[in-house]
């Protein structure tokens, strides 16, 4: 919130409490790989810009007037997952210090007038040493191939320090008309002592910083001010953004100190007291990834996967946005996971000086060393301009009608020699540029023997030279278990091209080995990979477990009429799931047969007829403890096995275990600029409908209610709290209204489940005279503040 002296321009209150706000890093079990050569070896699939279509995509001139040297950037050959072509971006290599490297596009192909995507994996690591330096950053810029700015802490896009720390902005020697996203894997937080100048009453003067013999790293240094007392050190590695040739994207603060000067005579630097400054940088979209090293998300000798999606301005001279997503990507199979670890910020296209009708820029990669070093990577799965693209793969087996309806998901059950079908899906989805030259390099589960394929084209009409089949004499068993095995599926001959949203597939038939004649048998899931010549996608089977082959001697059914399939998350009451486990033999009775339950994919101990609470022949009522379900859906599986060693097939249903909580929310409290004038206090308006939505899926009856409290809000930037002199109110819709505080818990909103999923906004009727408002005084004081509202659920759960 920001008060200006006489007027309340807006108030942005951050909304706490949804949960669920953790970052997620890369899987913990991950690979490491030490050396870069060993990250080359065991690199994620990409496009292979060495060969082909992209071959002359980027440019890297080998000098450029603004860093000594020769450019260290090159395209260096990768490993392969899918046994393609696959190659990365070398920016720089660990053990070379003062290095820097620069590659860009060789043409403007970033369209700002678009929605562009950049999906990229990045390695920034060093070898045998903890330190290292300086990073690398993806830049947009509407320039030359011989972009660059210097090294060290401006990683060849920032701007560079000046060497007698006076009153320049380093925005000069930056990359002009860009934006930047940097990884930085060296903290540059340096904040220089303060000193002051008190030789004209003493004759001396204090220690101050030694800006002659030191140069202050201070670009991770922020703070809203130039005042030291405000501000702080970044101390990890972080990703952030901004505009490197702007100069509000630098803040100068000014030391007195020793220094240096250039004696105009001589043109030699000489000692010299006095004012000096030094620059830190402003850090848009910080994203912190903890320390260097093992420890961290960023330099820990790992993988990362990195999306960077652009949005263009929805009305005439509007900010674009970035949306930049780390660890979105499963370094290990290359398939999507979800992320917390973003950031959103405004891109503002004038910052780039666009000529008339230009809408085009150019993009690429810096980086630098300096007395540390590090190997920076970078292998593309989607270029900007380019095609962007997905793919999928799902597992079915058949029902007893013989159809392929039964879907296979991660922990399912399938029965020995059951009939099955794998289809891959694979589509391009977005992009400039059609998905070229795609060809298909599958991983097949161990124990599916596969016996006939087929591919279906976008074009139904098209045969290719093998009329649309797929060799399945080409698959190669590998001998270690859990490989799975390989099948390469060349599509169109010389390679599908995929325009528009178009799609293909990919058809396997076959029949899951009967393995499992004395204990389950676990099958791993595989990935498999659509390689085209600007880019990939990944596809993954689920993993299973192969049980023992399905007797008809022995049928089983549920009786979802009998059962409770409905319970509250957290409750007291149990699930139950009923039905009947038949056996040809009727000389057996309840005790000849066993149980084989399974929740969400976990086996569940053994549960004898006998044991279960149906009291009729052949019948049954498992019993399933609140506390084994998981909040929402899950899948409860069964199948039975007799004392003549017959089996049963696998039936499933599903059990809900109902949840409230919060679902969308619009974002910030903003509230409508207001002009303070005199005495008293206003109660100003929220200056936009808000939405704050609650998804009830709890059983019939339960009530809930929504209580809210706040600590206030107080001005940022201070050493001390500094309160707001004003408070939240709540209003309900009978004019009653509440002052928001840390003690009290006013209930906001209140429901009544009706057994059936639901979303009730609760803030959908709030008019200018009720909800959530804030009352300001007139002792306001100017300022920037900011606060919190802390939610809290109050059900009903038994």
């Keep these: 919130m920001n008060i200006k002296k006489g007027m309340l321009e807006m108030a942005v209150l951050a909304i706490a409490g949804f949960g669920g706000w953790s970052t997620v890093s890369a899987s913990a079990n991950s690979q490491v790989f030490n050396t870069g050569q060993a990250a080359l070896d065991g690199a994620p699939q990409g496009v292979d810009l060495q060969s082909g279509l992209d071959s002359n995509y980027f440019t890297i001139d080998p000098n450029v007037g603004t860093a000594s040297g020769t450019n260290a950037a090159k395209m260096t050959k990768a490993h392969s997952p899918a046994g393609t072509g696959n190659s990365a971006i070398q920016i720089s290599k660990a053990g070379v210090q003062d290095s820097w490297g620069a590659i860009w596009s060789t043409d403007e192909t970033f369209d700002l007038s678009k929605s562009e995507t950049a999906s990229m994996w990045i390695y920034a690591s060093g070898e045998n040493t903890a330190n290292v330096g300086d990073g690398m950053a993806f830049v947009l810029q509407n320039g030359g191939t011989d972009a660059y700015s210097g090294a060290g802490e401006s990683m060849g896009v920032w701007g560079v320090a000046n060497d007698l720390f006076s009153n320049v902005n380093p925005a000069s020697s930056a990359i002009k008309n860009s934006w930047a996203l940097e990884f930085d894997t060296y903290s540059n937080d340096d904040i220089p002592k303060q000193g002051t100048y008190l030789g004209w009453l003493f004759g001396t003067t204090p220690s101050t910083y030694d800006f002659f013999n030191s140069s202050p790293s201070s670009y991770d240094v922020e703070g809203p001010g130039d005042a030291q007392s405000s501000q702080s050190q970044i101390t990890d590695a972080h990703i952030a953004s901004n505009y490197p040739g702007s100069t509000d994207t630098y803040t100068g603060t000014e030391v007195y100190g020793n220094g240096g000067t250039i004696n105009s005579s001589t043109g030699n630097k000489i000692a010299h007291t006095g004012n000096f400054y030094y620059y830190n940088l402003q850090h848009k979209g910080l994203l912190n990834e903890g320390a260097t090293g093992g420890s961290g998300k960023l330099s820990d000798h790992r993988w990362h996967h990195i999306t960077v999606s652009y949005t263009p301005p929805t009305t005439s001279g509007g900010d674009g946005s970035m949306t930049y997503t780390y660890n979105d990507k499963n370094p290990d199979t290359g398939l999507p996971q979800k992320s917390n670890d973003y950031a959103t910020v405004p891109i503002d296209l004038s910052k780039f000086n666009l000529s008339s009708g230009q809408t085009k820029v150019r993009w690429g990669f810096t980086g630098s060393t300096g007395l540390y070093s590090e190997n920076n990577l970078v292998i593309f799965d989607q270029i900007p301009g380019e095609a962007q693209t997905d793919a999928s793969a799902t597992m079915t087996t058949k029902d007893n009608a013989g159809d392929y309806t039964n879907d296979v998901s991660d922990g399912d059950s399938v029965s020995g020699d059951s009939d099955v079908k794998l289809t891959y899906t694979f589509e391009r989805t977005g992009g400039d540029e059609d998905w070229k030259s795609v060809n298909g390099d599958l991983t097949i589960p161990d124990d599916i023997d596969v016996t006939s394929g087929s591919i279906a084209y976008p074009d139904a009409s098209y045969t290719d030279s093998n009329k649309n089949k797929v060799d399945v004499s080409k698959i190669v068993a590998l001998t270690s278990s859990g490989d799975g095995q390989k099948l390469s599926v060349p599509l169109a001959d010389n390679g599908l091209t995929l325009s528009g949203t178009q799609k293909a597939t990919v058809t396997l038939y076959g029949k899951v080995k009967d393995v499992a004649s004395t204990s389950d048998v676990s099958e791993a899931s595989q990935t498999s990979y659509f390689v085209g010549s600007n880019a990939t996608s990944t596809a993954k089977t689920p993993n299973f477990t192969i049980t023992k082959k399905v007797n008809p001697a022995l049928a089983m059914e549920l009786d979802e009429s009998s059962s409770t399939l409905s319970v509250n998350a957290g409750g007291s009451d149990d699930a139950i799931v009923a039905g009947v486990a038949v056996p040809s033999d009727k000389t057996m009775d309840n005790g000849d047969i066993t149980l084989h339950p399974t929740i969400n994919g976990e086996a569940q101990d053994t549960v004898n007829l006998n044991d279960t609470t149906s009291g009729t022949m052949y019948g049954f009522k498992y019993h399933i403890a609140n506390d084994k379900l998981k909040a929402g859906d899950n899948t409860v599986s069964f199948y039975a096995t007799d004392t003549a060693g017959d089996k049963s097939a696998t039936v499933s249903t599903t059990v809900t275990a109902g949840t409230v909580g919060f679902g969308h929310t619009s974002g910030d409290l903003i509230f409508e600029p207001t002009t303070l004038t005199g005495s008293g206090s206003v109660l100003i308006d929220r200056s936009d409908d808000w939405s704050l939505n609650v998804d009830d899926s709890q059983t019939k009856n339960s009530t809930w209610t929504v ?64 909800g959530i408002r804030l009352r300001v005084n007139s002792g ?3 300022g920037a503040y900011s606060g919190t509202i802390n939610w809290s659920f109050v059900n009903s759960v038994e």
Excluded: F, Q, R
């Design 780 to 782: 306001a004081v100017e």
């Design 707 to 770: 209580t809210a409290n706040t600590n206030g809000m107080y001005l940022n930037g201070t050493a001390t709290s500094t309160p707001l002199d004003g408070s939240l109110v709540y209003t309900d819709k009978a004019g009653n209204t509440t002052t928001l505080n840390s003690s009290d818990s006013p209930v906001i909103a209140s429901g009544t489940s009706d057994g059936t999923a639901s979303t009730t906004n609760i803030a959908a009727d709030w008019t200018g005279d009720t």
